[in-house]
T-cell receptor, first 116, second 110 residues
Framework: DAGVIQSPRHEVTEMGQEVTLRCKPISGHNSLFWYRQTMMRGLELLIYFNNNVPIDDSGMPEDRFSAKMPNASFSTLKIQPSEPRDSAVYFC??????????????FGDGTRLSIL | GQSLEQPSEVTAVEGAIVQINCTYQTSGFYGLSWYQQHDGGAPTFLSYNGLDGLEETGRFSSFLSRSDSYGYLLLQELQMKDSASYFCAVRDNSWGKFQFGAGTQVVVTP
């Protein structure tokens, strides 16, 4: 079975540009999570969705960040305008059945984002 | 405030046993998970403890004491491939949201 698929794997762009990260969760999973990982701050939860509905976006750093989940098989995380401090690895994870305690989160391979 | 505390680094030789402790203080608690992450890779799930006690999965075991807000991951018969970062993560709400610790880097030497 295919795991969580993220694209692009690497992105290098100049500050001020719009960046869009994409995620396809595992089929049948109904929870989706976006994380950011840096050496300084570790693994931070940005936002998560359940059944395509955003549940908690309190981790989104500022208004430059936005996320959508238009359907069960696709989500985007957008940064506009991007800044050098946004450079990080961004992970998407999905999970089956929100109420099932034992279900783990499955992570994609991440997008390594560098803002110059 | 909410926090998860785990050691930053542990070094051990091949064949040894390593215990990584995790203490937590969170607004809610539904369970404790452990994830492994190799350099440049994605976190991968190792274990989950929803109730007190020991869970064993091959060479890895995980323990939870909810009354002490404490858990640990035990790595036995260490192999070179076990060199990685290990994260404890608390599920703190019914939606399956997890808070991750800062991670423990395990270095296995020959």
């Amino acid at each position: 079975d295919a795991g969580v698929i993220q694209s692009p794997r690497h992105e290098v762009t100049e500050m001020g540009q719009e960046v869009t990260l994409r995620c396809k969760p595992i089929s049948g999973h109904n929870s989706l999570f976006w994380y950011r990982q840096t050496m300084m701050r570790g693994l931070e939860l940005l936002i998560y969705f359940n059944n395509n509905v955003p549940i908690d976006d309190s981790g989104m750093p500022e208004d430059r960040f936005s996320a959508k989940m238009p359907n069960a098989s696709f989500s985007t995380l957008k940064i506009q305008p991007s800044e050098p401090r946004d450079s990080a690895v961004y992970f998407c994870a999905s999970r089956a059945r929100a109420g099932d305690s034992n279900q783990p989160q499955h992570f994609g391979d991440g997008t390594r984002l560098s803002i110059l | 405030g909410q926090s998860l505390e785990q050691p930053s680094e542990v070094t051990a030789v091949e064949g040894a046993i390593v215990q990584i402790n995790c203490t937590y203080q969170t607004s809610g608690f539904y369970g404790l998970s452990w994830y492994q992450q190799h350099d440049g890779g994605a976190p991968t799930f190792l274990s989950y403890n929803g109730l007190d006690g020991l869970e064993e999965t091959g060479r890895f075991s995980s323990f939870l004491s909810r009354s002490d807000s404490y858990g640990y991951l035990l790595l036995q018969e260490l192999q070179m491939k076990d060199s990685a970062s290990y994260f404890c993560a608390v599920r703190d709400n019914s939606w399956g949201k997890f808070q991750f610790g800062a991670g423990t880097q395990v270095v296995v030497t020959p």
